[in-house]
């Protein structure tokens, strides 16, 4: 059983990725990335393109991921041995950061930071991609603006805070979902359609869920 705290600053996974969306600017989303700076088990690795905005607020990646045709001058006077060249053009700048971050330090848990804001087809690509990174490692959390993405393959016990919270369930490979503590139980077909999970409620604090293939969770936040 795979099991989500509630997302706050402090359970929030220390082995932060920052890809090149809306730079993080809640400040639920910039605790988690001055924590993981600040924590010498954390870790940031930055997608090429985010690099020039991690340096303007004042923190330094432990490690630049990409072809690195868009680092700025400040992102090339870094040591060296933090700048990682891939310059395969088959996957995005998210994934070869994730793929390089499992291979090189194998985290169990990950936070993704920066993966929407500009457009929404990078959004859209970045969150198909959650159930691929969910293969690769335990738990996958990717924070917005506006709520959090989870990621898992199996079955996870997760905290949502608190009853009547608004949530969708995706099943990107079309199988069937078990679920307890939800409003609407779900279909006992097959999730054969994105749309299928979506717009659910919690019925209280934690809610499971298992499903033959990784299974991405958003959970929206009250609206401010």
């Known amino acids: 059983m795979i099991r ?16 090149n969306g809306e730079f993080p600017r809640t400040s639920l989303l910039l605790s988690i990335l001055d924590r993981a700076a600040a924590d010498p088990q954390g870790m940031i690795v930055c997608c090429d ?35 990682h060249h891939i310059g395969e053009q088959e996957t995005n700048d998210l994934t070869k950061a994730v793929t390089f971050s499992v291979r090189e330090y194998a985290p169990a848990s990950i936070c993704i930071l920066g993966a929407s804001g500009r457009r929404e087809d990078h959004l859209l690509g970045n969150v198909s991609l959650l159930p691929h990174y969910a293969r690769l490692c335990e738990r996958v959390v990717m924070p917005t603006d506006y709520g959090c993405f989870l990621a898992f393959d199996g079955e996870a016990e997760i905290c949502v805070g608190y009853p009547d919270r608004q949530l969708s369930i995706f099943s990107f490979g079309g199988s069937r979902v078990a679920a307890q503590g939800l409003v609407w139980p779900m279909p006992p077909s097959p999730l054969s359609e ?17 499903s033959d293939s990784p299974l991405v969770l958003f959970l929206a936040d009250e609206p401010r």
Do not use: C, H, K, M
């Open 4 to 19: 989500f705290p509630l997302l706050t600053a402090d359970t929030a996974p220390r082995f932060v990725i920052l890809a």
């Open 49 to 83: 393109g985010a690099t020039e905005q991690l340096l303007d607020y004042g923190l330094t990646p432990d490690a630049v991921v990409g072809d690195l045709d868009s680092v700025g001058a400040a992102a090339l006077r870094l040591p060296p041995e933090r700048l």
């Open 194 to 210: 994105l749309w299928q999970g979506t717009l659910n409620r919690s019925l209280s604090d934690t809610i499971r869920l298992s």
